[in-house]
């Protein structure tokens, strides 16, 4: 069953990828926000809030799970305070120390690659749960596996470098849902396999196009694609081809869209 629950609430937005990240206003600005609750038994729902770009809120049974948590902390004052807070690189549409502290992470693990780990300020040490590509951990009867992610072309190679930064896979009750953080179509993600749900970035220059990212969807066979990462520098994707692509080669998968940009116009 899917509830989607349109949501009005303030938030701190801005978007980017790599250093060069576009800031748009640092005020508090009005977004009518989508929520999607996929129930697939009582007790285990996965409810997905976009918050922006590559961030967002997830609440899985009684877990709260923040994803790449940046933007300030007030765009997550509607949710509960994290279990688990899943970074997955250095750049600022992904990590963002002031947002971080001004959150309650009080209980909160914090899952990083050790890049990320080594920009956090001490006082997070203790909380933090270093993982490198293929390792993983238990948390909460959660396990999280930490998964390549990196540029194919040479052009986008520094980008994202391989072993530095991970995208993860979250296993819980029988569900495994996949996080791509940026990359693009690699081994890695194709030989993927049981995924329910598919959390896929695309955009240029940083990740990759539509087509490879429908491509490798299409290889290792998600139940459900959600389109994430999605705007570039200058250009947003075409989500709608993605779409289109993925249904063409598999009208098995279901891509479902979700408003990741709540306030900007597309
Ligand atoms: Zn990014």
């Given at each position: 069953?899917?509830?989607?629950?349109?949501?009005?609430?303030?938030?701190?937005?801005?978007?980017?990828?790599?250093?060069?990240?576009?800031?748009?206003?640092?005020?508090?600005?009005?977004?009518?926000?989508?929520?999607?609750?996929?129930?697939?038994?009582?007790?285990?729902?996965?409810?997905?809030?976009?918050?922006?770009?590559?961030?967002?809120?997830?609440?899985?049974?009684?877990?709260?799970?923040?994803?790449?948590?940046?933007?300030?902390?007030?765009?997550?004052?509607?949710?509960?305070?994290?279990d688990l807070i899943l970074i997955t690189d250095i750049h600022g549409d992904h990590l963002d120390i002031a947002t971080l502290e001004g959150l309650d992470t009080s209980n909160a693990k914090i899952i990083a690659p050790a890049a990320v780990a080594e920009k956090l300020p001490e006082s997070f040490t203790s909380q933090v749960d270093v993982l490198a590509n293929g390792e993983s951990k238990d948390r909460y009867g959660i396990t999280i596996e930490a998964i390549?992610?990196?540029?194919?072309?040479?052009?986008?190679?520094?980008?994202?470098?391989?072993?530095?930064?991970?995208?993860?896979?979250?296993?819980?009750?029988?569900?495994?849902?996949?996080?791509?953080?940026?990359?693009?179509?690699?081994?890695?993600?194709?030989?993927?396999?049981?995924?329910?749900?598919?959390?896929?970035?695309?955009?240029?220059?940083?990740?990759?196009?539509?087509?490879?990212?429908?491509?490798?969807?299409?290889?290792?066979?998600?139940?459900?694609?959600?389109?994430?990462?999605?705007?570039?520098?200058?250009?947003?994707?075409?989500?709608?081809?993605?779409?289109?692509?993925?249904?063409?080669?598999?009208?098995?998968?279901?891509?479902?869209?979700?408003?990741?940009?709540?306030?900007?116009?597309?």
């Amino acid at each position: 069953m899917k509830i989607l629950i349109p949501i009005t609430m303030s938030c701190l937005f801005f978007i980017g990828c790599k250093e060069e990240k576009k800031e748009t206003d640092t005020k508090a600005m009005e977004a009518q926000r989508e929520t999607e609750v996929v129930e697939k038994e009582p007790g285990s729902s996965f409810e997905i809030n976009p918050v922006s770009h590559a961030s967002a809120v997830f609440n899985w049974g009684d877990h709260t799970i923040y994803l790449d948590p940046v933007g300030g902390a007030e765009a997550y004052k509607d949710f509960q305070a994290a279990d688990l807070i899943l970074i997955t690189d250095i750049h600022g549409d992904h990590l963002d120390i002031a947002t971080l502290e001004g959150l309650d992470t009080s209980n909160a693990k914090i899952i990083a690659p050790a890049a990320v780990a080594e920009k956090l300020p001490e006082s997070f040490t203790s909380q933090v749960d270093v993982l490198a590509n293929g390792e993983s951990k238990d948390r909460y009867g959660i396990t999280i596996e930490a998964i390549p992610m990196y540029n194919l072309r040479e052009e986008a190679k520094d980008f994202h470098v391989k072993g530095r930064g991970n995208g993860y896979v979250l296993s819980y009750k029988g569900e495994r849902v996949y996080f791509s953080g940026d990359t693009e179509d690699i081994s890695e993600m194709r030989s993927l396999k049981n995924i329910d749900k598919a959390f896929i970035c695309m955009n240029l220059p940083y990740t990759m196009t539509v087509e490879k990212a429908a491509d490798a969807v299409v290889d290792f066979k998600p139940k459900q694609v959600y389109p994430y990462h999605y705007r570039g520098r200058p250009d947003v994707s075409d989500v709608s081809r993605f779409k289109e692509l993925v249904n063409k080669g598999d009208s098995g998968i279901e891509v479902i869209q979700l408003d990741w940009y709540p306030s900007e116009p597309f």
